[in-house]
């Protein structure tokens, strides 16, 4: 067991993972032992005495990975239940390598500006002061790998082996452009919200696919079936109902640079104070001390119609809580309007967190009740 002040939870095996306690998280990206050695022993190792940080066991795999969730709140345990809880996911696509540095990056800023602030130090913005004033008020879950099947088959060498992806003779065939899970599913199509919506998709874009590319790209939105879920969505589900409530969700991609958000049924009060929160947060992304970066263009923000889209993640959080939780997806900078788009420099990763930084900032200040975004 791990003891940190009042929070005791079943320890983490990381046994056999190579320990890289001086992991930069903003230089690099980092294979599944790295990360989970980063949440699990590293940050532990460096900020333990401050009790706010521990690790929970999410659920299993079907190659008996674990997900995890780091909890950082300054609340004690009997007040659970009265706490506001934001829920950070990343890595749900296997591909899409930056956002678990950003995950990584994120937890470890929160933990950062904390502990400067504990002895005395000024925040980094202000919206890290207003964290450490109300820490025992408010909880952050951060899942940082919700496909690590897929995410460590990403890592390894040759080319991808499933029929339907058969690109085998170019780098499309490479499994650096996996995105599913070990299965072949869409993680983010496979939970129960719109099944049927999810599988037209699919059938739609696999029958009409005549090359290569277009084969590759239908495969990767293969919902499986979302009525008896994989284990890594029927495990995520089942821990983000344990831990409410959850005032807000941020599924993490890239690279599409938008911030999606999900419309559901008959709740018009619901949708508009949704769209009017990815605007804020596509706002945030795309500014510099108030001004848009030059040379970029601005982040955008798409609705998410349950006629269109079906089967993920954020129209699950929205439309299961019938409205309660504000819930979006966020699409990271984008460098090429190239389909393989998600692949970026790890030159880039820097800015990329940042903007999500301060998108995350403007989300969780809004979700909390907190006053309109501020840097």
Known sequence: WYQYGSHQTKAIDIEGFPVRKSIDCISDFYPLEDIYAFFGEALPDKFGHLNVYHLRFVGWTKDKNKIIAAHITGGSPVDAKKRKKIYIQC????????????????????????DAMTNG??????TQRDYFQKFKEIEFIIVPVVNPDGYK???????I??????????????????????????????????????????????????????????ADINPGDPNNPELETKAVMDYFKENQPIAGAVDIHTADQQIYYPKIPLNEEYNSKLEFIAKQVALAMST?????????PLFGTMQ????????????????????????????????TIQWHKFIVTRD??????????????AFIRIALGWKDYIP
């Open 91 to 114: 890595l749900i696509h296997a591909r899409e390598w930056p956002t678990g540095t950003v995950c990584m990056c994120y937890t470890k800023s929160i933990l950062m500006n904390y």
């Open 121 to 126: 130090g000024d925040p980094q913005t202000n």
């Open 153 to 159: 088959y990403s890592w390894s060498e040759g080319k």
């Open 161 to 218: 082996e499933r029929p339907e992806q058969i690109a085998k003779q170019n780098k499309r065939g490479s499994v650096r452009m996996w995105r599913t899970n070990i299965n072949g599913v869409d993680l983010n199509r496979n939970f129960n919200v719109y099944p049927n919506i999810a599988k037209a998709e699919y059938k739609k874009k696999k029958e009409s696919a005549r090359t290569p590319t277009k084969m590759l790209q239908a």
């Open 288 to 296: 510099i001390l108030g001004k848009p970066p030059t040379g970029f």
């Open 304 to 335: 998410l119609d349950y006629k269109n889209f079906g089967g993920t993640f954020s129209q699950w959080v929205a439309d299961k809580s019938k409205g309660k939780i504000w819930s979006i997806t966020m699409e990271l900078r984008m460098y």
């Open 348 to 361: 880039k990763l820097p800015e990329m967190f940042r903007d999500a930084a301060r998108g995350l900032h």
